[in-house]
């Protein structure tokens, strides 16, 4: 598959592959239920009761159809299925048996699932928007709050196929996906993610994969579904520590044991980055993602390591729509960029690689020419800048070049002296490498050497205590020696105090 530049045109709708999910699908299809005794004991009425075997009937037919071929593109068993939707709901929706539960559900995603011609899953969504919505948005809810995996992930999928369906085909889409409780469904999709079973986190980033190909899902993961996001990131952050994972049976409780979510490379890489791709769709997104999320340097980890075309053809495309036509988006994005070396990690795809997609070579050689498009107009100033708003120092050639100091120190006092405090910030920061933190000692003691008068700035925002500190505590040699000699530089201009 060849991604394409809109953000709905190659998302499957909610079409869940998944071994372990396929094979407990087929066993709930012949696992018998007791509707007669269900009947009897007052759980459904005999009417109901006859609809369903009628319903039994005519969905066993219409799956001989379907292995014999026979259907063609005329109306047949498929629509008369579909006018049993508010049985299956209703049943659903008061039923306890997590095995009734369970073949109803089968039923009803047999239903929203598209067909190769596109009508079944179309007339089931228009039933359901019309009329059933509401019904079947608590049926499938109350789903998920069973201890059963197999059973909420089922349901959520449901949901997942008869929303995108509702977004795309139907006139009235906008009350049902308006009104629909996107939180809900997010944070249990986030407890997934969570679980030990590898086939529960992988079906769940699935059914997210669908999701997010309705827009205002994407708005509601990055701006009140954080939590589920940032668990998604977390997972994608694994695969490269290359966690493995539990792949049994979805039906059943979760283990004891608090779960993190485990992993399985690199299909997992791959569908993490693919909500990513969605949710940059959405510029004032893609403008902030790497800014809350710090994935540009995960992605460039993935795509050198990447064994599969489609992982690195998600990528790329993602850093695309990360730069995009979008001028704040590329303001935002082209820095961290280049600290996190997309451009090296781009050159070695096209020239390291032996590429067999030709759209994909086309796509790496079209994102490296934007990128140098924004980096050619840039100063070794402005390189540093973009430098010290990422937090990533390192020993490039700037840092030790007194030239440059000479030239540019005054500039750090600038817009209330930034730059310096930028650098403070990285002293504090937990999540700092000790050589970012060795290069901030540096530069501030370059900064101190030719502007004597910034040792005031640095003790009035507690920078010259932070590196005191750091001359004694810091485990590393290195940072220990900077900061020394940005205590030792202070100490020469004591007497300006």
């Given at each position: 598959?060849?991604?394409?530049?809109?953000?709905?045109?190659?998302?499957?709708?909610?079409?869940?592959?998944?071994?372990f999910f396929d094979e407990f699908t087929?066993?709930?299809?012949?696992?018998?239920?007791?509707?007669?005794?269900?009947?009897?004991?007052?759980?459904?009425?005999?009417?109901?009761?006859?609809?369903?075997?009628?319903?039994?009937?005519?969905?066993?037919?219409?799956?001989?159809?379907?292995?014999?071929?026979?259907?063609?593109?005329?109306?047949?068993?498929?629509?008369?299925?579909?006018?049993?939707?508010?049985?299956?709901?209703?049943?659903?929706?008061?039923?306890?048996?997590?095995d009734a539960l369970q073949y109803l559900?089968?039923?009803?995603?047999?239903?929203?699932?598209?067909?190769?011609?596109?009508?079944?899953?179309?007339?089931?969504?228009?039933?359901?928007?019309?009329?059933?919505?509401?019904?079947?948005?608590?049926?499938?809810?109350?789903?998920?709050?069973?201890?059963?995996?197999?059973?909420?992930?089922?349901?959520?999928?449901?949901?997942?196929?008869?929303?995108?369906?509702?977004?795309?085909?139907?006139?009235?889409?906008?009350?049902?996906?308006?009104?629909?409780?996107?939180?809900?469904?997010?944070?249990?999709?986030?407890?997934?993610?969570?679980?030990?079973?590898?086939?529960?986190?992988?079906?769940?980033?699935?059914?997210?994969?669908?999701?997010?190909?309705?827009?205002?899902?994407?708005?509601?993961?990055?701006?009140?579904?954080?939590?589920?996001?940032?668990?998604?990131?977390?997972?994608?952050?694994?695969?490269?520590?290359?966690?493995?994972?539990?792949?049994?049976?979805?039906?059943?409780?979760?283990?004891?044991?608090?779960?993190?979510?485990?992993?399985?490379?690199?299909?997992?890489?791959?569908?993490?980055?693919?909500?990513?791709?969605?949710?940059?769709?959405?510029?004032?997104?893609?403008?902030?993602?790497?800014?809350?999320?710090?994935?540009?340097?995960?992605?460039?980890?993935?795509?050198?390591?990447?064994?599969?075309?489609?992982?690195?053809?998600?990528?790329?495309?993602?850093?695309?729509?990360?730069?995009?036509?979008?001028?704040?988006?590329?303001?935002?994005?082209?820095?961290?960029?280049?600290?996190?070396?997309?451009?090296?990690?781009?050159?070695?795809?096209?020239?390291?690689?032996?590429?067999?997609?030709?759209?994909?070579?086309?796509?790496?050689?079209?994102?490296?020419?934007?990128?140098?498009?924004?980096?050619?107009?840039?100063?070794?100033?402005?390189?540093?800048?973009?430098?010290?708003?990422?937090?990533?120092?390192?020993?490039?050639?700037?840092?030790?070049?007194?030239?440059?100091?000479?030239?540019?120190?005054?500039?750090?006092?600038?817009?209330?002296?930034?730059?310096?405090?930028?650098?403070?910030?990285?002293?504090?920061?937990?999540?700092?490498?000790?050589?970012?933190?060795?290069?901030?000692?540096?530069?501030?003691?370059?900064?101190?050497?030719?502007?004597?008068?910034?040792?005031?700035?640095?003790?009035?925002?507690g920078a010259k205590t932070r590196i005191?500190?750091?001359?004694?505590?810091?485990?590393?040699?290195?940072?220990?020696?900077?900061?020394?000699?940005?205590?030792?530089?202070?100490?020469?201009?004591?007497?300006?105090?």
């Open positions: 598959m060849t991604t394409t530049a809109t953000a709905s045109d190659d998302v499957p709708l909610a079409m869940v592959n998944n071994q087929d066993k709930v299809r012949v696992k018998p239920i007791p509707w007669e005794g269900y009947s009897r004991a007052g759980l459904i009425s005999s009417e109901e009761l006859a609809r369903l075997k009628e319903f039994q009937q005519l969905s066993q037919k219409e799956q001989q159809q379907r292995s014999a071929g026979e259907q063609d593109g005329s109306e047949g068993t498929d629509s008369q299925l579909v006018r049993f939707i508010p049985l299956l709901v209703g049943l659903a929706e008061k039923l306890s048996s997590i559900l089968v039923m009803l995603d047999d239903l929203v699932v598209e067909d190769k011609n596109g009508r079944a899953a179309s007339e089931a969504v228009k039933v359901l928007a019309a009329d059933n919505m509401e019904a079947l948005t608590k049926a499938m809810f109350r789903c998920t709050e069973r201890k059963d995996d197999y059973l909420g992930l089922k349901a959520c999928k449901i949901m997942a196929g008869v929303l995108v369906g509702v977004s795309l085909k139907t006139s009235g889409r906008a009350a049902a996906v308006r009104n629909f409780s996107f939180t809900r469904m997010f944070a249990y999709l986030e407890r997934c993610m969570r679980s030990e079973l590898t086939s529960v986190v992988d079906v769940a980033l699935q059914v997210t994969q669908s999701l997010l190909r309705v827009q205002r899902a994407r708005s509601v993961l990055y701006n009140e579904s954080a939590s589920c996001l940032a668990q998604m990131v977390d997972v994608l952050r694994r695969t490269v520590r290359g966690n493995g994972g539990n792949g049994a049976s979805l039906s059943g409780a979760r283990p004891a044991a608090a779960a993190t979510g485990v992993v399985a490379v690199p299909q997992t890489q791959y569908e993490v980055v693919f909500c990513l791709w969605l949710l940059t769709f959405e510029k004032p997104i893609a403008a902030t993602l790497n800014k809350r999320y710090d994935v540009i340097p995960v992605l460039v980890d993935i795509a050198r390591s990447a064994v599969k075309e489609k992982v690195i053809r998600i990528i790329v495309e993602t850093w695309k729509n990360m730069l995009g036509d979008d001028d704040k988006a590329a303001a935002a994005n082209v820095p961290n960029m280049l600290v996190a070396k997309v451009p090296a990690c781009l050159t070695t795809l096209a020239t390291g690689r032996n590429l067999k997609d030709e759209d994909l070579r086309a796509s790496i050689q079209q994102l490296s020419e934007d990128l140098a498009a924004h980096t050619g107009v840039m100063t070794t100033w402005d390189e540093y800048l973009n430098e010290v708003a990422s937090g990533k120092l390192e020993w490039s050639p700037a840092h030790r070049s007194e030239q440059f100091w000479k030239l540019h120190v005054a500039k750090m006092d600038e817009h209330n002296h930034r730059v310096v405090r930028q650098l403070a910030a990285v002293l504090d920061s937990p999540s700092a490498s000790e050589t970012a933190q060795s290069v901030a000692c540096h530069d501030l003691s370059q900064y101190v050497k030719f502007n004597p008068d910034g040792k005031k700035l640095l003790a009035r925002i005191m500190g750091l001359m004694t505590a810091s485990q590393s040699a290195e940072v220990r020696y900077e900061a020394l000699m940005c205590v030792q530089q202070l100490m020469l201009n004591a007497w300006r105090v």
